[in-house]
C-alpha cells in the first residue's frame, strides 16, 4: 500500500485510473471501516482510502483535540487487510490551504434536523470536507457507513446537487456481539459504560417490536424509549422516528400504510455522545 500526504503524490498515483473506488475515513480504524475497505474493493479498482480529521466538522465543545490519531497502527491494519492501493493522509495545510475555506452548506430540512440541530456546522464540516476529498481522488464509488445514516444522506443529497459523477454506496452498521454498533469514540467508555452501551441499540430494538405490533403513534415510542434510556442514567439528544426517504416526521396515516421509515438516536453516556438508527 502507498501513503501519501500531498494531492500532487495522489494525483501521480491514480494518473489514468478512471474506477477509484474510495472511503473516506477519520482513522482510528475498526472492523467497521475494514468492511467498508472490503465493499469498496467489490465495485472498484483502485481502492483509496483517506485519514483526515476534519477540524470543520467538530463544535468548539466537541472532541477534536482528544480525537484518536493512530496513523501508524491504522496503516499496519490496512496492510494486514490488503483492500486499499493508496492511502491518503494529508495535513490540515495540504487540504485547507487558505484560511477562508469555501463551505458547502446542505439544505436546512436535512442539514439543519437531528445532528445537525444537536451539532451546528457538523454537516458543513463533512459536506465541505467530503467535496474536497472527491475533487481530489476522483472516485467513480465511494462508500459510507449506514450508522451515520444522516451523513449518508448529506452526502448522497450533495452529490446528487452538484451533478458529481460519484456512485455513494452505504454499508450496514457493523455491530459488536452484544448489539453496540462499532465507532471510534466506543473507546471513550469507561468499562462500566461500555456494559451499558448495547442498551441504546436494545432501546431502538424494543421501539422496532412495538411498531410491529400495531402501535402507530410515533410520538409516543420515541418518548417511551427516551425515558427508559433516561432511567439507566443516559441524558438523550433525541429518538426520532422518520421517514427513510427525507427524514421528515411521517404522519400516522403514513406509518399505518407501511411508509418506509428509520429510527435515529443520539445519546450520552457520561461523556461519550454514541449515535446509532435502526431502518424499521
Ligand atoms: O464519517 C466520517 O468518518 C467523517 O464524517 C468523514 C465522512 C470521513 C468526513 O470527515
Known amino acids: 500500500m502507498k501513503v501519501v500526504h500531498t494531492i500532487e503524490d495522489l494525483r501521480d498515483q491514480l494518473r489514468g485510473q478512471l474506477r477509484v473506488s474510495f472511503v473516506p475515513t477519520m482513522g482510528n480504524l475498526h472492523q467497521g471501516h475494514l468492511a467498508l ?72 430540512e436535512l442539514g439543519d434536523i437531528l445532528e445537525g440541530e444537536c451539532r451546528p456546522g457538523f454537516f458543513v464540516g463533512v459536506s465541505t470536507v467530503v467535496l474536497k476529498l472527491f475533487s481530489c481522488v476522483q472516485p467513480r464509488v465511494a462508500v459510507f457507513g449506514k450508522k451515520d445514516y444522516q451523513q449518508l444522506m448529506v452526502i448522497r443529497n450533495m452529490c446528487r446537487q ?19 454498533a462499532l465507532s471510534s469514540r466506543n473507546q471513550y467508555l469507561q468499562e462500566a459504560e461500555r456494559t451499558e452501551a448495547p442498551s441504546l441499540y436494545a432501546g431502538l430494538r424494543e421501539l422496532q417490536s412495538r ?70
Not at 452538484?162 to 453496540?180: N, S, Y
Not at 403513534?217 to 427508559?228: P, S
Not at 427525507?246 to 400504510?257: M, R, W, Y
Open 37 to 108: 475497505m472490503k465493499l469498496a474493493r467489490q465495485h472498484g479498482d483502485p481502492v483509496v482510502a483517506s485519514i483526515f480529521v476534519n477540524r470543520m466538522q467538530f463544535g468548539p465543545n466537541e472532541d477534536f483535540d482528544r480525537y484518536p490519531r493512530t496513523l501508524q497502527s491504522d496503516i499496519e491494519k490496512l496492510e494486514r487487510e490488503r483492500d486499499v492501493y493508496v492511502l491518503f493522509a494529508p495535513d490540515e495545510r495540504e487540504l485547507y490551504p487558505e484560511p477562508q475555506s469555501y463551505r458547502v452548506q446542505p439544505p436546512q
Open 162 to 180: 452538484f451533478q458529481l459523477p460519484v456512485e455513494i454506496l452505504a454499508h450496514e452498521t457493523v455491530r459488536a456481539d452484544d448489539g453496540l
Open 211 to 280: 411498531l410491529h405490533a400495531g402501535e402507530h403513534d410515533t410520538a409516543t415510542l420515541e418518548a417511551d424509549a427516551v425515558a427508559r434510556l433516561a432511567a439507566r442514567g443516559w441524558s438523550v439528544d433525541y429518538i426520532a422516528v422518520r421517514r427513510q426517504r427525507d427524514l421528515h416526521k411521517p404522519s400516522v396515516d403514513e406509518v399505518a400504510a407501511g411508509e418506509p421509515l428509520v429510527v435515529l438516536a443520539a445519546a450520552r453516556l457520561g461523556v461519550t455522545r454514541l449515535i446509532d438508527n435502526l431502518e424499521l
